[in-house]
């Protein structure tokens, strides 16, 4: 009889040897200087099933700036801050425009379209910040991270957050021009300063599927048997991954891959395959969208061989 774990451990394997060999790896932001200096070349695959069994290739342990995959995090933390609130502030529409995209906030007078795009999750920043002070919201968020992932030596790349902090002009523009519409409601620089921190958390591929893993099992994380999030906020902010989760290029995702993803400019992908497993893919080079471009291809593969597409095998 055929051992699936075995099975699983085959197809990662398989997947990243042929990643490895890939030429065509696309471009690793330098936007954010620090992430420039990034290895083009790594190439990381962890996969959780429900059993808690793991299968892992490649550069599966080493930290990468996690980025915008943050904004799940924050989602979830905010969501449980003030419920179903948060939709005042922020849309649950696909925006069909890059993450970083001006004019659109500028026709919605300042709503962003979704909390994944960058206007939408600094937005989501705001929320959690609240009454309080920077370093009590950051570490709240990294606290939370820690306690998904089951390992409290996550860091901060520091480093990475004060690169962005320097060269983050757009984003600025993005909080100010929401500021004026009353959609920020604390100081833009604490704001942008939390928001930058906790896209600057660096984590592994085998960490990221570990705090993805709540995600995949209806709210509650399998390993420890503590709910995260009702099964009905899961199912929605799996929804939201998918729909949104890798801003312009969500259709093609959806389409190649079909499964619930966020992506990050360090070159990570979160994929939930509902029910069934928790995975994170690191390849630092990026699309034309921003996003992982091996990364996908990768999840393609996966999708393909284990047939997790939520859209049927
Ligand atoms: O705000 C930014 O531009 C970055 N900290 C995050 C953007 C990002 O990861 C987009 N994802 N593909």
């Known amino acids: 009889m055929s051992d699936p774990r075995h099975d699983l451990d085959v197809i990662v394997n398989d997947i990243a040897d042929d990643m490895k060999r890939r030429t065509d790896r696309g471009a690793v932001a330098n936007y954010i200087p620090e992430l420039a200096d990034v290895d083009a070349n790594a190439f990381g695959l962890a996969v959780i099933d429900r059993d808690g069994k793991v299968a892992t290739a490649g550069d599966c342990d080493a930290p990468f700036s996690i980025q915008s995959i943050s904004k799940v995090f924050t989602l979830t933390l905010a969501l449980g801050r003030v419920g179903d609130r948060l939709w005042r502030r922020v849309g649950r529409?696909?925006?069909?425009?890059?993450?970083?995209?001006?004019?659109?906030?500028e026709r919605e007078r300042g709503v962003p379209r979704n909390p994944f795009i960058n206007a939408g999750a600094i937005a989501v920043t705001d929320v959690i910040l609240a009454d309080r002070q920077p370093r009590e919201s950051l570490g709240e968020i990294l606290r939370f991270v820690q306690f998904l992932a089951q390992d409290p030596s996550i860091v901060i790349d520091h480093a990475v957050a004060a690169s962005e902090k320097r060269t983050g002009f757009r984003n600025t523009a993005l909080a100010n021009y929401m500021k004026s519409f009353g959609v920020i409601e604390g100081p833009v620089d604490f704001v942008l300063g939390v928001y930058f921190h906790h896209c600057a958390i660096a984590m592994s591929c085998r960490q990221l599927a570990t705090a993805g893993r709540y995600l995949a099992h209806s709210g509650r994380d399998p390993a420890t048997g503590l709910s995260v999030v009702s099964p009905e906020r899961a199912r929605r902010i799996n929804a939201l991954m998918m729909t949104c989760g890798h801003y312009d290029g969500s259709g093609e995702f959806a389409y190649r891959v079909g499964l619930p993803g966020k992506s990050g400019v360090g070159g990570g992908i979160l994929a939930i395959a509902p029910g069934k497993a928790s995975i994170a893919v690191w390849s630092p080079g990026l699309d034309r969208a921003?996003?992982?471009?091996?990364?996908?291809?990768?999840?393609?593969?996966?999708?393909?061989?284990?047939?997790?597409?939520?859209?049927?095998?």
């Open 93 to 105: 529409e696909p925006s069909g425009n890059p993450f970083n995209s001006i004019v659109q906030l």
């Open 290 to 313: 921003g996003n992982s471009h091996l990364g996908r291809i990768a999840l393609e593969g996966l999708a393909k061989r284990t047939g997790w597409s939520i859209f049927g095998d």
